[in-house]
């Protein structure tokens, strides 16, 4: 895996994008405590009260679904894409030109909330490390994680409709219909 290289996670029902660290660090660099040491950079965004809470439950998934909600985004470093592929976890790999690269990162970036005092705000960590951060943006049925996700990819040169793309299987069918298959 090289860093010429992006990543899509479809994990469930939720998409991630996966970026060298490097490159986020460079527009993010108070994430340096999180990604120190590591590759890559498993990025996600969803729902502030669902997305990466214990307690996820029906009530919570429709009121992030139904109602604007506020967000989060989600950091984890991963150190090996290959130990990422599980049975449940499809990981695709992207080619593409470190400006595309750098084009994506600026828009991740762009949705880390920093105070007044320039800081990132922690939300929750998960046991795995994955921290999650408060985010900009509104969380609703037609602005989803996957909606998010789609967007990424179309900044990273995939043919894709965002606005379309609010499912996981949304997401996954353009990465597919680009012509990348899953690692396996």
Sequence with gaps: M??????FFREGIHTHLVLPAKVLLDYIPELKEQLQDSPWARIGWGDFQYYGSSE???FAALRALLLPTAAVIAV?????????????????????NPSVIDSLARFVSGYFHHSP??????????SNGEVFF?????YLLINTCNNWTSRGLRIAGLRC???????PGQVEQSVRR?????LL
Excluded at 76 to 96: A, G, H, P
Excluded at 134 to 138: C, E, I, R
């Design 2 to 7: 090289s860093n010429s290289q992006i990543h």
């Design 56 to 58: 996820q439950t029906l």
């Design 76 to 96: 984890l470093k991963i150190n090996s894409i290959q130990d990422q592929v599980t049975e449940t976890n499809r990981v695709y790999s992207i080619d593409c």
């Design 117 to 126: 005092k320039g800081l990132l705000t922690s939300v929750r960590e998960r």
């Design 134 to 138: 408060k985010s900009h943006g509104t």
């Design 161 to 167: 409709l965002p606005l379309l793309n609010f499912l």
């Design 178 to 182: 680009n012509g990348y298959l899953p």
